[in-house]
């Protein structure tokens, strides 16, 4: 069998999201590949939220709930995206018995393999990821506004990288010794928060993985071709479109957005899932009913003024 450790880091919140990624990633796996996957969770996080990801998963696989300290609770948190978004800046040293490892953001949908991905050569580099190329463009002057952003990303096209799938190199990270670095920085107002630290940090020791693997759900057909040459080759940009191996819902999330973009993939995954279906679709129901009642005395509201 071939041995794939990977990462997801969570908190109660979205343990449910959890449980589709791991189960998606287990139904689009190779027969010969064999994940073991670690789950980084906070030390208060519940038992039934444990045991929901396992009667999800139906121990096919090795699974380890690994808790964290409160090292990072003091991190900077915004747009709703809490401290457990920087758990992947702990794996170094919470996996100590592990050299290389695949990390993955929870709010995915994973349809290939990713055996050739773990195993390629990173020649001393730190980390492996995907150009944010497409994020990059859609928000362009967001970004110029930003005060550290052409001081750090000044040729932002070529460098600046998604961190919601890495390939880490834990024995490089160590070795560079950037954990205290990485928890002073969290602390501090980067605005995309774990993903400036890690593209600060990791400038010139980053691996250029193919768009493949983070195929953005909300970045449209011409955002992917507008990268063609500059960015990506034109082979590249026709893979994600038509070939992705993950679908990363970075924008609108499809247990919120049932016609969000490729919300109908995820929503069709989740049928396979009986259980985690009738926990999604009754909370969808709930929150379409809470939203339309609160339309309808917002404007019974104005009718009495």
């Not at 050739?116 to 002057?141: C, D, F, R, W």
Request: aromatic share 14%; net charge positive; charged share 25%.
């Amino acid at each position: 069998m071939n041995r794939v450790p990977i990462v997801f880091c969570f908190d109660d919140n979205y343990s449910s999201q959890a449980a589709v990624a791991i189960a998606s990633l287990l139904y689009s796996k190779n027969l010969s590949t064999e994940y073991v996957i670690y789950c980084v969770v906070p030390k208060l996080f519940r038992k039934r939220n444990e045991n929901k990801i396992l009667k999800a998963i139906k121990d096919e696989t090795s699974v380890k709930f690994v808790r964290i300290g409160d090292e990072l609770d003091k991190s900077y948190e915004t747009r709703g995206i809490t401290s457990a978004a920087y758990y992947r800046l702990a794996i170094h040293y919470l996996l100590e018995n592990e050299k290389k490892v695949l990390y993955s953001d929870v709010d995915v949908l994973f349809v290939g393999d990713l055996y050739e991905t773990y195993t390629q050569p990173m020649n001393g580099k730190l980390i492996g990821a995907v150009k944010s190329s497409t994020n990059y463009l859609i928000h362009e002057k967001r970004c110029r506004a930003i005060e550290y952003w052409s001081r750090e990303f000044n040729d932002v096209k070529d460098k600046y990288v998604n961190s919601g799938f890495l390939l880490m190199n834990l024995t490089e990270i160590r070795r560079s010794d950037l954990g205290r670095t990485w928890i002073e920085m969290s602390k501090k107002n980067f605005v995309f928060q774990d993903q400036d630290i890690i593209n600060i940090t990791c400038k010139h020791r980053i691996l250029f993985l193919p768009p493949t693997l983070c195929r953005l759900t909300y970045a449209s057909e011409d955002a992917y071709l507008a990268c063609i040459g500059e960015v990506f080759s034109e082979k590249e940009v026709y893979d994600a479109l038509k070939n992705p191996v993950i679908f990363h819902y970075a924008g609108q999330k499809p247990w919120n957005y049932r016609k969000a973009p490729y919300a109908n993939l995820w929503w069709s995954f989740l049928k396979n899932q009986p259980n985690l279906y009738l926990w999604f679709a009754c909370r969808y129901i709930k929150n379409s009913t809470f939203k339309k009642l609160k339309k309808l005395l917002e404007s019974l509201k104005y009718s009495f003024n």
